[in-house]
């Protein structure tokens, strides 16, 4: 996807009154800790190619490389632990718990 078909689906999104959906820190953890996994990767679904990167745990806390993004107002945020994909969408900017670097 370009950067004007991402403007155009938020700009949608936004006239839909549609709301922010951040990454959620709290479920991400929890997911790689449940899959004994110290890396994966977050993106926002269909959106993957431009917003893809390496999300860490290591001692209880997440880091990633910033992606320039910490949600959307019309893509899911998504965590991939080796496949297998889960959403992590939040509507509560609160609940980012993510150090971007």
């Not at 800790?33 to 209880?60: C, F, H, Q």
């Not at 107002?73 to 297998?84: C, H, K, N, S």
């Amino acid at each position: 996807m370009d950067t004007m078909q991402a403007f155009m689906k938020g700009e949608c999104a936004r006239a839909n009154g549609d709301n922010m959906t951040y990454f959620d820190g709290k479920k991400i953890a929890k997911l790689m800790k449940e899959n004994d996994v110290t890396t994966a990767e977050i993106y926002l679904g269909s959106d993957r190619g431009y917003t893809e990167t390496t999300v860490t745990l290591e001692k209880g806390k997440l880091s990633a490389p910033g992606i320039g993004v910490d949600g959307s107002i019309w893509a899911t945020p998504m965590l991939d632990i080796d496949g297998e994909e889960f959403e992590v969408g939040s509507s509560s900017e609160k609940n980012m718990t993510i150090n971007f670097t």
